[in-house]
């Protein structure tokens, strides 16, 4: 399966320096990781969110990337708002082993400043 995650250019560099091999931890106030499932609502995060957060540096970067389809269905599909918001609930102590599921490399697809 293909999924998006918005991200920030903090979490860009920490993705950077894993060789766009993996996601870094969540943070001690971010119980879960959610990777979306279309890219529509990953840019809408990163054009409307990250662009206005001090935290993401005020820039919002798309990544793609592909999970295991076995590993990836054994989380459900949450819809937060219109139909196309979808997205997965990884819980934050999950992250690791979501990681060991990614195949290839997470890409930048796109940037919002």
Not at 8 to 19: A, M, P
Not at 56 to 65: N, R
Not at 71 to 86: L, N, P, R
Request: proline share 5%; charged share 25%; aromatic share 16%.
């Amino acid at each position: 399966m293909i999924l998006y995650r918005p991200v920030g250019q903090k979490e860009l560099e920490l993705i950077e320096q894993s060789c766009f091999s993996k996601f870094p931890p969540r943070l001690n106030w971010q119980p879960i990781f959610y990777p979306v499932l279309n890219q529509r609502y990953a840019e809408e995060i990163a054009s409307k969110w990250n662009t206005k957060d001090i935290g993401s540096g005020y820039v919002g970067y798309v990544t793609k990337f592909e999970i295991d389809d076995e590993y990836i269905s054994t989380f459900d599909v949450q819809t937060v708002g219109a139909s196309y918001h979808q997205e997965f609930w990884i819980p934050a102590e999950e992250l690791e082993n979501f990681n060991a599921h990614i195949i290839g490399k997470i890409e930048i697809i796109k940037t919002f400043i």
